[in-house]
T-cell receptor
Framework: DTEVTQTPKHLVMGMTNKKSLKCEQHMGHRAMYWYKQKAKKPPELMFVYSYEKLSINESVPSRFSPECPNSSLLNLHLHALQPEDSALYLC??????????????FGPGTRLTVL | TQLLEQSPQFLSIQEGENLTVYCNSSSVFSSLQWYRQEPGEGPVLLVTVVTGGEVKKLKRLTFQFGDARKDSSLHITAAQTGDTGLYLCAGADTGTASKLTFGTGTRLQVTL
């Protein structure tokens, strides 16, 4: 089973709302990732958690707040977003997040629209 | 900054034709993945190549990793309409395996 699940599938929110995106994997992977993908562009890395600790933050604005409650779950808390934050948000996981190679498996994504 | 350039950017072919997509960089990668992505969905892993010069075959798809681990190619034989999608190569950094550098993408359209 190489499945990463994400909820919700679609989310529409106002600029003053607070919402959360959820990601789950049961493959025993120890690294989890958040990516942002704009239309017709490749995914851009936002955050990496390795062994439940934040290991990479790609200078993401503080209105995006990641959380890793346990090794299977990854959340992305959203607050005071801007319309330009509208995008497809992808979660991924990989076995270790370390070592010389480590394949990432992606979830189906959450399509976020900020009004 | 590592960059991965894919070519061509767009490809429209008829079913049954063969095609090759290229993924090139001036940087060395510890491994390289190929993904296919449908609109509004997440990328689906096709293959990971690790060793320079490695060739992997998955049914009608053949993947090659360059000897110097700076480039890769994807060859599809007898394309089918189900092959339509965005093809992305992604290289893993030799220093930090967690960071993937994605290629610019190749959008493939296969018609009857």
């Amino acid at each position: 089973d190489t499945e990463v699940t994400q909820t919700p599938k679609h989310l529409v929110m106002g600029m003053t709302n607070k919402k959360s995106l959820k990601c789950e994997q049961h493959m025993g992977h120890r690294a989890m990732y958040w990516y942002k993908q704009k239309a017709k562009k490749p995914p851009e890395l936002m955050f990496v958690y390795s062994y439940e600790k934040l290991s990479i933050n790609e200078s993401v604005p503080s209105r995006f707040s990641p959380e890793c409650p346990n090794s299977s779950l990854l959340n992305l808390h959203l607050h005071a977003l801007q319309p330009e934050d509208s995008a497809l948000y992808l979660c991924a996981s990989s076995p270790q997040g370390q070592g010389y190679w480590d394949t990432q498996y992606f979830g189906p994504g959450t399509r976020l629209t900020v009004l | 900054t590592q960059l991965l350039e894919q070519s061509p950017q767009f490809l429209s072919i008829q079913e049954g034709e063969n095609l090759t997509v290229y993924c090139n960089s001036s940087s060395v990668f510890s491994s390289l993945q190929w993904y296919r992505q449908e609109p509004g969905e997440g990328p689906v892993l096709l293959v990971t190549v690790v060793t320079g010069g490695e060739v992997k075959k998955l049914k009608r798809l053949t993947f090659q990793f360059g000897d110097a681990r700076k480039d890769s190619s994807l060859h599809i034989t007898a394309a089918q309409t189900g092959d339509t999608g965005l093809y992305l190569c992604a290289g893993a950094d030799t220093g930090t395996a967690s960071k993937l550098t994605f290629g610019t993408g190749t959008r493939l359209q296969v018609t009857l």
